[in-house]
């Protein structure tokens, strides 16, 4: 299976720097960027696709993920990726291994709720994506909502989008409908991003991610985790 990451057109990205370097865990075909391709990294290498990215980061994440699923070229299943996605551990079985769940959506936005106090344009919108599960028929909706990788496929996803509900709200919980929609037997595991205030971080050994504010301290793991340049840097 090829690896798509969605990031945005930058001329430097050093999360995604580590986030390639922790590829050598993950079994996999090519390597898409979809959006850009920062300087550090060997466009030879990868295969690259600069997109003109004009909305916010949901819709240009959206539109991205849409033009992956529409590319020819991509692989049918492939493992989606962000730039802040760390995989610390061997994976041997993708499909089993990176089906993963955070339990179910109201669950979730109570966790959020008490976290931030108030519900966020997000949140709202993840409400509206548990409401419109259950109008579909799903009693408990699951959230799929992890910064972790996911194996998804192309048609399936494409199928997602043509839902008039995409277009209705805010974008940002394609995964959830997707996961839903087409995915059984799903692990639940807390959510494995890193925050600088250590309130809310779990512990995982086989994935990370990071925000801005913590980006020193993860990156300091990583460094002793992965120390050598991988294939697909300059």
Not at 40 to 63: C, M, P, S, W, Y
Not at 147 to 176: C, D, E, W
């Amino acid at each position: 299976m090829d690896v798509v990451y969605l990031i945005k057109n930058s001329q430097y990205n050093e999360e995604l720097i580590y986030s390639l370097r922790s590829l050598v865990n993950l079994p996999h075909d090519r390597v898409f960027l979809i959006g850009g391709c920062p300087c550090e990294i060997d466009g030879a290498k990868v295969q690259a696709v600069r997109l003109n990215q004009t909305g916010d980061k949901f819709k240009n994440t959206q539109n991205n993920l849409k033009f992956a699923c529409e590319y020819v070229g991509i692989s049918e299943d492939f493992i989606l990726m962000n730039d802040d996605f760390f995989i610390l551990k061997p994976i041997k079985d993708p499909v089993k291994e990176l089906n993963l769940c955070r339990g179910t959506i109201l669950n979730v936005l109570t966790e959020l709720r008490k976290r931030h106090g108030q519900d966020s344009p997000y949140m709202s919108s993840m409400a509206q994506t548990m409401v419109y599960l259950q109008d579909l028929g799903y009693k408990e909706p699951l959230s799929y909502e992890l910064h972790t990788p996911m194996v998804i496929n192309k048609n399936k996803f494409l199928s997602v989008f043509s839902a008039p509900y995409i277009k209705s709200i805010r974008p940002g919980h394609q995964r959830s409908l997707y996961g839903n929609m087409f995915l059984k037997d799903s692990e639940k595991i807390d959510d494995v991003k890193f925050y600088r205030d250590f309130v809310f971080n779990p512990g995982s050994d086989k994935f990370l991610s990071t925000e801005d504010n913590s980006w020193p301290i993860v990156k300091y793991k990583l460094e002793k985790l992965f120390p050598s340049k991988s294939e697909y840097e300059i």
